[in-house]
């Protein structure tokens, strides 16, 4: 029997996601609370958390050390950096919110088994193509960088920063960026930046 906190902000989240995990046979609700400070019984083998404003938003406390119990999160739109930022702060599944009851029990009881649980959509971002598609023109070193710090979600001002240069030359080295990958978006970009091996998650 998998054992389930369910923690989301909002009560009829919650009575949703309970509804959802009581019609499985195989899992057992030992919680439902608005915040993990709430909650005092002993550790779960799952926390099931809703969260509201994306994946990257993460309840520091639920991933602190290296807790007993797996994390699933539903996210509205987990996106590049908040999924990739979850699964290296050792969250197991990260799903849409709008994943059905079937999606939400099976990432339950995969991550609590120990396996990572994605959405297939998130895949596509995440997994290098092992055969990636050539550019005309190779990216310099510090284009690289800076498409590295994107795929961070780092905004020009930040990058800048980091970098000690100026907002406009971050602003010529995004435009350069997309020229060469041939993207329409910063997030493109990143997306054929990772297909290509130019930059890792």
Known sequence: MTRVLVMASSAIVRA???SVLKSANTVEVVGSVAAWSEYSGEDPDVVLA???SGAEE???ELIRGEPAYAVVILADDP???GT????RAGVRAVLPRQSSAVQILAAVEAAAAGLVVLHPTDLDVLLVSPRPER???PLTPREVEVLGMLAEGQ???AIAHRLS???HTVKFHVTSIMSKLNAGSRTEAVTLGIRQGLIMI
């Open 165 to 167: 240069i100026s907002e």
């Open 79 to 81: 996106g590049l950096s």
């Open 50 to 52: 809703d969260s509201e």
């Open 84 to 87: 990739a930022e979850a699964l």
């Open 58 to 60: 993460i309840p520091r």
């Open 155 to 157: 905004s020009n001002k």
């Open 135 to 137: 550019i005309a023109e």
């Open 16 to 18: 949703g996601l309970e």
